[in-house]
């Protein structure tokens, strides 16, 4: 029996365990899934080091299945792989958030012009789905779900005008500006997402544009100035909060 125990045993040192169990595709997407969620929690810490060797462990897969993970993240960028040293979770500067969300004003801000007073009836009923999924995802307590979804909603108005490319392109902005959400004010979650992505969609609906892009402008804006002030926190030394009161 312990020499069978012992078989067991260095079997399954070698064979991913059933959460991982089939195809290489399978694998990948499993082991994407669950450290894109980790990511998305706040459950990894900026700067963080994902080492190989304990992942592909942990995971019970080969590194060249993680290794294919990691660059997937990368390209994302959920990631940051460098060259020799390995994949880390991103450590963004006050200036790097900023020029994300700046970018995603200007895109949106056009996305917004271009769809106001022109939703047909089967538009309204994907948004109108689509907040409800929000509000259910935040309702029953699963975060990173509310989170991907209240990225979604920003990448459905994108396809619903029109432009695959601009869909591409207007991705990777939102993962970086949701895996900084999650890094620096994971606790918040989206708690206020659905009833702004309401008032967004009311505002296009109705074709007031200057209240619709008032209502985008906004909505980002209140999202990009939370994250600043928590890694302002996190980072411990915002030098003009502290020394602002030696000024007066």
Same mark, same amino acid.
């Given at each position: 029996m312990a020499s069978s125990t012992r078989s067991s045993r260095t079997a399954h040192s070698t064979e991913a365990p059933p959460t991982v169990a089939g195809d290489d595709d399978d694998v990948e997407a499993q082991v994407y899934a669950a450290i894109n969620s980790a990511l998305l929690q706040g459950k990894l810490a900026p700067g963080q080091q994902l080492v190989e060797r304990e992942l592909a462990a942990a995971f019970g897969c080969t590194r060249g299945a993680l290794r294919k993970v990691l660059a997937r993240l990368g390209f994302e960028g959920k990631l940051v792989l460098a060259?020799?040293?390995g994949a880390f979770v991103p450590s963004p500067s006050e200036e790097d958030i900023r020029a994300a969300f700046r970018a995603r004003q200007v895109v949106e801000a056009g996305v917004v012009v271009s769809l106001c007073g022109t939703l047909d009836a #089967? +538009?309204? &009923? @994907?948004l109108a789905a689509h907040v409800r999924s929000e509000k259910k995802a935040l309702r029953e307590g699963r975060v990173d779900e509310a989170v991907r979804l209240a990225g979604q909603f920003h990448l459905l108005l994108t396809e619903l005008a029109g432009g695959a490319a601009l869909v591409a392109a207007l991705a990777q902005l939102? *993962? @970086?500006t949701e895996l900084y959400k999650a890094l620096f004010?994971? $606790? @918040? #979650?989206t $708690?206020? *997402?659905?009833d702004e992505h309401a008032q967004i $969609?009311?505002?296009? !609906?109705? #074709?007031e544009q200057a209240a619709a892009l008032a209502a +985008? &402008? !906004?909505h980002l804006d209140e999202i990009e100035e939370r994250i600043v002030r928590q890694s302002r926190l996190r980072s411990g030394h915002d030098l003009k909060a502290v020394f602002a009161a030696r000024a007066e």
């Amino acid at each position: 029996m312990a020499s069978s125990t012992r078989s067991s045993r260095t079997a399954h040192s070698t064979e991913a365990p059933p959460t991982v169990a089939g195809d290489d595709d399978d694998v990948e997407a499993q082991v994407y899934a669950a450290i894109n969620s980790a990511l998305l929690q706040g459950k990894l810490a900026p700067g963080q080091q994902l080492v190989e060797r304990e992942l592909a462990a942990a995971f019970g897969c080969t590194r060249g299945a993680l290794r294919k993970v990691l660059a997937r993240l990368g390209f994302e960028g959920k990631l940051v792989l460098a060259p020799n040293r390995g994949a880390f979770v991103p450590s963004p500067s006050e200036e790097d958030i900023r020029a994300a969300f700046r970018a995603r004003q200007v895109v949106e801000a056009g996305v917004v012009v271009s769809l106001c007073g022109t939703l047909d009836a #089967g +538009m309204r &009923r @994907k948004l109108a789905a689509h907040v409800r999924s929000e509000k259910k995802a935040l309702r029953e307590g699963r975060v990173d779900e509310a989170v991907r979804l209240a990225g979604q909603f920003h990448l459905l108005l994108t396809e619903l005008a029109g432009g695959a490319a601009l869909v591409a392109a207007l991705a990777q902005l939102v *993962a @970086k500006t949701e895996l900084y959400k999650a890094l620096f004010d994971p $606790s @918040k #979650g989206t $708690s206020c *997402a659905p009833d702004e992505h309401a008032q967004i $969609s009311a505002a296009l !609906e109705s #074709g007031e544009q200057a209240a619709a892009l008032a209502a +985008m &402008r !906004e909505h980002l804006d209140e999202i990009e100035e939370r994250i600043v002030r928590q890694s302002r926190l996190r980072s411990g030394h915002d030098l003009k909060a502290v020394f602002a009161a030696r000024a007066e």
